[in-house]
T-cell receptor, first 113, second 113 residues
Framework: LAKTTQPISMDSYEGQEVNITCSHN???????ITWYQQFPSQGPRFIIQ???TKVTNEVASLFIPADRKSSTLSLPRVSLSDTAVYYC??????????????FGQGTTLQVKP | DAGVIQSPRHEVTEMGQEVTLRCKPI?????LFWYRQTMMRGLELLIY????????DSGMPEDRFSAKMPNASFSTLKIQPSEPRDSAVYFC???????????FGEGSRLTVL
């Protein structure tokens, strides 16, 4: 299972772009990279998923270098409501993958006014 | 879509009592996951099912914990007997296929006195 490492916490200000990097040195060929967001008293919520290069949706971008040993979640122009814990998960889609999705410690993002 | 439904939302019980947590996954989803979250240990995967079959229960803390999925629309997590250290928020999540986007319920907050 690919282990992930993220910064424990980050601070930002409203309107800034935030980049959170996750290391996953032993990522497997079939593994995808998925990011979740969790607010207090709620379950985690899917943000974005990717395999390689760049993926963008309406809330975030995900940058994955060619070696796929790390990934960066980019949140454009954060607001106070983006204050949350962000988790990076690594897991595969191919046959034979066990589906064991393990959450790491996550990154607590604090957005200040 | 109603999303993943968990019950009860809150439960307070005394040490030694049996606790049963319930989960209704999203219709059509065939993978179901039980997680436990505490401040000290973060989000821990307890067990997950694929097509109602338990695939990996290595995260279940001990024999006091058991989980079942009698059909595609219902799962239970039982703790018997409960202990104060079992106090946590228990999340159920479902997905369409292993390693796909997880949809989490709102969680069941358990307090064992």
């Amino acid at each position: 299972l690919a282990k992930t490492t993220q910064p424990i916490s980050m601070d930002s200000y409203e309107g800034q772009e935030v980049n959170i990097t996750c290391s996953h040195n032993n990522i497997a060929t079939n593994d995808y990279i998925t990011w979740y967001q969790q607010f207090p008293s709620q379950g985690p919520r899917f943000i974005i998923q990717g395999y390689k290069t760049k993926v963008t949706n309406e809330v975030a971008s995900l940058f994955i270098p060619a070696d796929r040993k790390s990934s960066t979640l980019s949140l454009p122009r954060v607001s106070l409501s983006d204050t949350a814990v962000y988790y990076c998960l690594v897991g595969g889609h191919g046959s034979g993958n066990t589906g064991k999705l393990i959450f790491g410690q996550g990154t607590t993002l604090q957005v200040k006014p | 879509d109603a999303g993943v439904i968990q019950s009860p939302r809150h439960e307070v019980t005394e040490m030694g009592q049996e606790v049963t947590l319930r989960c209704k996954p999203i219709s059509g989803h065939n993978s179901l996951f039980w997680y436990r979250q505490t401040m000290m240990r973060g989000l821990e995967l307890l067990i997950y099912f694929n097509n109602n079959v338990p695939i990996d229960d290595s995260g279940m803390p001990e024999d006091r914990f058991s989980a079942k999925m009698p059909n595609a629309s219902f799962s239970t997590l039982k703790i018997q007997p409960s202990e104060p250290r079992d106090s946590a928020v228990y999340f159920c999540a479902s997905s369409f296929g292993i390693q796909r986007e997880l949809f989490f319920g709102e969680g069941s907050r358990l307090t064992v006195l």
